[in-house]
Nanobody, 125 residues
Framework: QVQLVESGGGLVQAGGSLRLSCAAV????????MGWFRQPPGKEREFVAA????????RYADFVRGRFTISRDNAKNTMALEMDNLKPDDTAVYYC??????????????????WGQGTQVTVSS
C-alpha cells in the first residue's frame, strides 16, 4: 500500500507560480510511474502530467505544456509539479497518483492505483 500526500497548494494571482509536492509514505513509490490530475470546480477530473519511473519519459496535457514542469526524486520518494504563468482556469484541486502496472505513466485515471487526497490551487484574476 502506498499513501500519497500532496502539499504546496494555495492562492496565487494570475501570472504567478506555485510548486506542488507529492510525498509517498509507507512504501516506496520509486518503482511506479506517477502523475498529476486536477478537478476544476464543477468539472470532471482531468489529466495534467505524468512521469515514468526513470523520469526520462514525460507527458503533459496540451493546456499546461510550456507552463508546468513535472519532476521526481526517487531517492526522496517525492514528485513535484512546478506551475508557472498560472491562469484562473488552472483553479482546481490537484491530485497526485501512482501507477503500478506501467513504467511510463498514462493519461487515464483508470490506469492509476493510488491517489492522494488533493490540494487546492486557486488562481485569482
Amino acid at each position: 500500500q502506498v499513501q500519497l500526500v500532496e502539499s504546496g497548494g494555495g492562492l496565487v494571482q494570475a501570472g504567478g507560480s506555485l510548486r506542488l509536492s507529492c510525498a509517498a509514505v509507507g512504501r516506496t513509490a520509486s518503482r511506479y510511474a506517477m502523475g498529476w490530475f486536477r478537478q476544476p470546480p464543477g468539472k470532471e477530473r482531468e489529466f495534467v502530467a505524468a512521469i515514468s519511473v526513470s523520469g526520462f519519459t514525460i507527458r503533459y496535457a496540451d493546456f499546461v505544456r510550456g507552463r508546468f514542469t513535472i519532476s521526481r526524486d526517487n531517492a526522496k520518494n517525492t514528485m513535484a509539479l512546478e506551475m508557472d504563468n498560472l491562469k484562473p482556469d488552472d483553479t482546481a484541486v490537484y491530485y497526485c497518483a501512482a501507477e503500478t502496472d506501467s513504467a511510463v505513466g498514462g493519461a487515464l485515471e483508470d490506469e492509476y492505483d493510488y491517489w492522494g487526497q488533493g490540494t487546492q490551487v486557486t488562481v485569482s484574476s
